[in-house]
């Protein structure tokens, strides 16, 4: 009987994997998008090595989901419209699992004393002006959470131009959140937190 088993397992690989095969499957499907489309600005493992490009390594599920819809509908405008109008839904979960289970990576901080200015305003936020704390929704690390985006170690100049985004309401598919947020920045301070959140593992 074992033997039988064995000889099966050897000539038909699918039998021994019958219960993993729509994980398997789920996989394959974003292996290959990433290969053929993603790769060439995200990395093949979402690691973004030209930091003109988000990192997608460790970003929550859903919230690649959310922007993926954002990006196919053109609720989130940029040159992701193309790339996402043609994913279908199951495609788009497939990426989402894909990505979010990807290792993070974080950045060196050369410039320690404008990263603690970052420091200051991620973790505290800036009464004068009513800056909120970033940590009171991104966490203590910059981490995220199931909705909400990581933004630990992503590079710096993204997250400078996302924030800007927000505030010119270039970027508006964030119910005005962000756009609250960002317009009470100066530029000295988007760009201290930006450099600080990159260090952030
Ligand atoms: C030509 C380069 C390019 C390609 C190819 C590309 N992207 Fe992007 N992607 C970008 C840029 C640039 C952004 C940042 C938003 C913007 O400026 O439009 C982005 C943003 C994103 C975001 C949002 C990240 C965040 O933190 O909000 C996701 C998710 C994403 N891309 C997924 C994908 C997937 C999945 C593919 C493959 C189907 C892909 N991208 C292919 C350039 C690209
Ligand atoms: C009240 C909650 C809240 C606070 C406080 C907050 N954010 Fe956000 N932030 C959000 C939400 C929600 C999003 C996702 C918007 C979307 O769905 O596109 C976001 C998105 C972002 C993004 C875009 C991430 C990406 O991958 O594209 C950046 C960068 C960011 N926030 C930085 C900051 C910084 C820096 C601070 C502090 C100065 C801050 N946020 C404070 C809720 C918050």
Redo the contacts with the bound molecule.
Sequence with gaps: MFRVLFILFIINPAFASEDKSETNNESQIALKIVQDKCQHCHGLEGEASNVLY?RLAG?HYK?II??LH?FRSGK?KGTMNDMAKDLTDPEIIALASYFSAKPTLNHRIRNKEFAQVGWY??HR?NEYSG????S???GENGEGSD?????AG?HKR??AD??TE?NNRE?T???A??HS??SK?TEM??HA??NY?SGLK
């Design positions: 988000p970003q919230y959310k922007q954002d989130r305003i991620f936020g800056v909120p704390a970033c009171s929704c991104h909705s909400l985006p990581r933004i992503q993204y997250v996302q924030l927000f970027r598919n964030d119910n959140i962000m947020v960002a920045l301070e988007i937190v930006a959140v």
